[in-house]
């Protein structure tokens, strides 16, 4: 790390930041967050061939405050996920100037983003996935069915924790099951776009092909989306589908590419992330056995389970914002417009908050992570995710007796939404 005036991260301590493999090696990604935090919470990440310098926050203190002074530190007006230079003027071009492929909620800033917030809050209060419980919970049964009807071994990623928030998410939406396998295709490609295994595509691309699938993604998308859109105009039903297609902000519906980015929000934040967290969690229970036969016998644990493995996943790795004026930072000199990343990973593994913060600790109270985000943008989905999982691993625990690794899990290559691509279990069902 050089010594400078201003900290600052070069050369290959830069650009392992913005490396999708660096990401795939869990224990190395946070070893390297621990040695940045200790030295400098607060970092200008400088690589200049590739992106326009960033400052790197990782302590949570930061993190958090940041997140929370959502009129210093705005969403827009550039990239809100981590985007080379490159890749940013690809976008640009095909957008005519905006750095985000679609508008949605994670890239807007008051006062249009609570306009647009507010249309569709209330689906995802708890009140409301209350009535949605019975079918969730028939969503879950089916998803324990498929590993029931495997034996006694199967990778859990793709037949369980990859399909499962799908199907509630895309039941929330209103699209048929027959298009779900579309849904999860297109959202693999827009997020794992770097990963060979989860784009599909079997190969290691460049930036420059990723982009290209991603762009081919978002304009399936959004074909998709506005044939539903007419669809939920001429007959509208109860899901949020039909709450989005007729809804107006200031008078006016929504125009294409901000319905579009609507869907792709909801469709893409609300799968793959508690996928991640919900095969963190069967990870962490494989491990311990002793712990999945507590969990068993003991079902008030099960909250517990199901905030740690969101912490100790952390899917959301990271989210960009840029300052609205000059201010300050950890003691570092922030500028108006400067870049920055809030690693929630790093933020979630701060020992100053967290003991032990790698282990995976069930009873950890309190268990202030920041997985979820924090301020005007937090995480629209929150209770849907905790739902969702509890729901699930009720039905795992009553069908499943017991449960072992079976294989080595693998990460995904993924700087912005990451988590397992395969966990190999065995286990035995309960009589
Ligand atoms: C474990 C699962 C999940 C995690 C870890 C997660 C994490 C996050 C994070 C970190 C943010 C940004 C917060 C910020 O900027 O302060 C976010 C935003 C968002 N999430 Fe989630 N999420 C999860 C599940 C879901 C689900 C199930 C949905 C529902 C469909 C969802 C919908 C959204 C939406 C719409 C936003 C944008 C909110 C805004 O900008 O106002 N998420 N999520």
């Given at each position: ?98 750095p985000n492929l679609v508008n949605s909620l994670v890239t807007l800033d008051a006062p249009t983003h609570p306009k647009y917030r507010r ?166 229970l494989a491990e311990d056995p002793e712990q999945f036969a507590r969990l068993k016998a003991d079902r008030d644990l099960l909250p517990g ?127």
């Amino acid at each position: 790390m050089a010594t400078q005036a201003e900290p600052t991260l070069t050369g290959e301590d830069a650009t392992a930041i913005t490396d999708p493999g660096v990401y795939a090696d869990w224990n190395g990604l946070l070893d390297r967050f621990d040695a940045v935090r200790s030295e400098n919470p607060v970092v200008r990440v400088v690589n200049e061939e590739v992106h326009d310098p960033f400052w790197l926050i990782t302590g949570y203190d930061d993190v958090m405050r940041i997140s929370k002074d959502n009129k210093t530190f705005l969403n827009s007006p550039r990239s809100t996920t981590m985007a080379g230079r490159d890749m940013l003027d690809f976008v640009k071009k095909i957008t005519g100037g905006s750095p985000n492929l679609v508008n949605s909620l994670v890239t807007l800033d008051a006062p249009t983003h609570p306009k647009y917030r507010r249309l569709t809050q209330d689906w995802f209060m708890p009140k409301n996935l209350k009535q949605m419980e019975d079918e969730i919970r028939t969503l879950a049964k089916k998803t324990v069915d498929r590993l029931v009807d495997a034996g006694g071994e199967a990778d859990f990623v793709p037949l369980v924790s990859a399909p499962y928030p799908l199907h509630v998410v895309m039941q929330i939406l209103g699209v048929p099951e027959e298009d779900e396998q579309r849904m999860l295709f297109l959202t693999q490609q827009m997020f794992g776009g770097s990963d060979a295994d989860l784009s599909g595509t079997g190969m290691e691309m460049t930036p420059e092909q990723v982009l290209q699938l991603v762009v081919g993604a978002v304009n399936d998308f959004e074909a998709y989306f506005a044939k539903l859109t007419e669809e939920k105009r001429a007959n509208p039903t109860d899901d949020v589908a039909s709450v989005i297609a007729n809804a107006k902000v200031d008078g006016e519906y929504l125009s294409d590419r901000d319905m579009a980015g609507y869907y792709i929000i909801l469709a893409a934040a609300g799968h793959d992330t508690t996928s991640a967290s919900t095969a963190g969690a069967m990870h962490a229970l494989a491990e311990d056995p002793e712990q999945f036969a507590r969990l068993k016998a003991d079902r008030d644990l099960l909250p517990g389970i199901v905030e740690e493995a969101i912490r100790w996943t952390t899917p959301v790795q990271h989210f960009m914002r840029t300052a609205a004026e000059d201010t300050e930072v950890g003691g570092q000199k922030i500028a108006k417009d400067d870049w920055l990343m809030i690693s929630y990973v790093a933020a979630n593994h701060d020992p100053a908050v967290f003991d032990g913060p790698r282990t995976f600790d069930a009873s950890r109270s309190p268990n202030r992570h920041i997985a979820f985000g924090a301020g005007a943008h937090q995480c629209l989905g929150l209770h849907m995710a905790r739902l969702e999982m509890k729901i699930l691993f009720n039905e795992l625990l009553d069908r499943i007796e017991t449960l072992e690794l079976a294989g080595e899990p693998k990460r995904a290559t993924s700087v912005f939404v990451g988590g397992l691509k395969t966990l190999p279990i065995r286990y035995t069902l309960s009589k």
